[in-house]
């Protein structure tokens, strides 16, 4: 068995967009991307923070909007509306979950598409599906086909099975393998929790993509021995021996499972450091996208 290493792929990309980015800075398009954060949820604002770092480490100027948990959806759709006008802005992020009375469905369709990163907005997910070439793809979907193309995993003629059929990881997940393209056209089964004995089907899996949301959702015998397995479950354990009171596990039984498969991601260190890279990516395709549009 042998580890995807997310972190190292991930700062490889991040060397790439910096160059890029430098590149296009100096053709007189800085990328630009704006996050927006309502309240002050202790995962979103490092998560935030994370986006920010990153952003900063790779030439990506990034406009911070931080608004009391208070705010009322007009307020915010009313940033969004003059973030959707900012010429210098060509991502536009809100860290989700938003506070209850905020609908978040109406938050995402009032981004402009083209500045959607995040790839939460229906047009994105229509060109998704169609295979449009300008689409923008959700962060989390988008840094696992990377992972596999990176680790020489070419899901053409394979059986993928994807757990869970979530609008932000399972479902665009499932689209991306099955695309006739290169470097997908998988033929993929997805599997939820409506479904009796899931196990039947991973087990038939040649690429196994986990996104349940629960811990050790998949043990030993639910994986067919050399399987490619992607585990995209970030779940915090009560660990009194940590300072911060807790770990991170994922949805895989990494232990058992690494034992039978050919390839697997840890967690931490697998899909979670990719999705920052991916946001990263968009906003980058997105500034170009632009400048193209300008010349
Ligand atoms: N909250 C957790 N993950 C994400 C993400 O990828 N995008 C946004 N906007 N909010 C999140």
Redo the contacts with the bound molecule.
């Keep these: 068995m042998s580890i995807i290493d997310g972190k190292k792929i991930s700062a490889e990309i991040r060397e790439e967009i910096k160059r890029e980015a430098a590149a296009l800075a100096a053709q007189g398009t800085t990328p630009g991307i704006a996050v927006i954060l309502v309240g002050d949820n202790p995962a979103?604002v490092s998560?935030v923070t994370a986006k920010e770092r990153a952003c900063a480490e790779t030439g990506i100027r990034s406009f911070m909007t931080r608004m009391p948990s208070e705010t009322t959806q007009k307020e915010l759709l009313s940033e969004i509306e003059r973030l959707n006008a900012d010429e210098r802005v060509h991502g536009i992020?809100?860290?989700?979950?938003l506070p209850k009375h905020i609908d978040e469905s109406a938050v995402i369709r009032a981004i402009l598409p083209e500045k959607d990163v995040?790839g939460?907005h229906p047009v994105n997910l229509g060109k998704l599906l169609l295979g449009d070439d300008d689409a923008f793809i959700?962060?989390?979907p988008a840094g696992i086909m990377e992972l596999l193309r990176r680790s020489g995993v070419d899901p053409s003629g394979k059986h993928a099975v994807v757990l869970g059929r979530s609008n932000?990881v399972g479902k665009p997940v499932a689209n991306l393998l099955l695309q006739k393209k290169a470097g997908a056209n998988a033929t993929v089964t997805i599997c939820h929790t409506g479904t009796p004995e899931a196990g039947k089907f991973t087990r038939k899996a040649d690429i196994l993509i986990v996104a349940a949301g629960r811990p050790r959702t998949v043990t030993a015998d639910m994986v067919k021995p050399g399987a490619v397995v992607i585990d995209v479950g970030v779940n915090r354990m009560l660990d009194s021996s940590r300072k911060s009171g807790f770990r991170l596990v994922g949805d895989v039984d990494f232990e058992a499972v690494s034992a039978v498969a050919s390839l697997i991601t840890p967690v931490p260190g697998g899909v979670g450091p990719m999705?920052i890279s991916m946001?990263l990516s968009n906003t980058l395709k997105s500034a170009k996208l632009h400048a193209g549009r300008q010349s």
């Design positions: 979103s998560y992020l809100v860290q989700l979950p995040d939460f959700s962060c989390t932000i999705t946001l």
